[in-house]
Nanobody, 122 residues
């Protein structure tokens, strides 16, 4: 069993940056791939980025490429999403997820956090 807690969301102006954190609680957290997804009001949950358990492979959705980076510190049971050059269309609730499969699809994740709101003003 793994519990995930996101933090770091907030209100930022367009062009600004935010760093989201995902803290994992459970002895097996470091064994899981971790992904970030986002969901805007009335829209589906969309893949943003993911990182393998070892941190050696990272993946990004089209909206995140070139602007976001993902990293993890297994010693701290944490994964970070650094978001730069934010745009109003990045506004959404951002969810952290962990799973043995991982990948770009929600089906690859077994555990989800409660989400953190990111709002980008124009």
């Amino acid at each position: 069993q793994v519990q995930l807690v996101e933090s770091g969301g907030g209100l930022v102006q367009a062009g600004g940056s935010l760093r989201l954190s995902c803290a994992g609680f459970g002895s097996t957290f470091s064994s899981y791939a971790v992904g970030w997804f986002r969901q805007a009001p009335g829209k589906e949950r969309v893949f943003v980025s993911a990182i393998r358990w070892s941190g050696g492979r990272t993946y990004f959705g089209d909206s995140a490429k070139g602007r976001f980076t993902i990293s993890r510190d297994n010693a701290k049971n944490s994964v970070y999403l650094q978001m730069n050059s934010l745009k109003p269309e990045d506004t959404a609730v951002y969810y952290c997820a962990a799973g043995l499969v991982g990948g770009t699809n929600v089906a690859g994740y077994n555990y989800w956090g409660q989400g953190t709101q990111v709002t980008v003003s124009s």
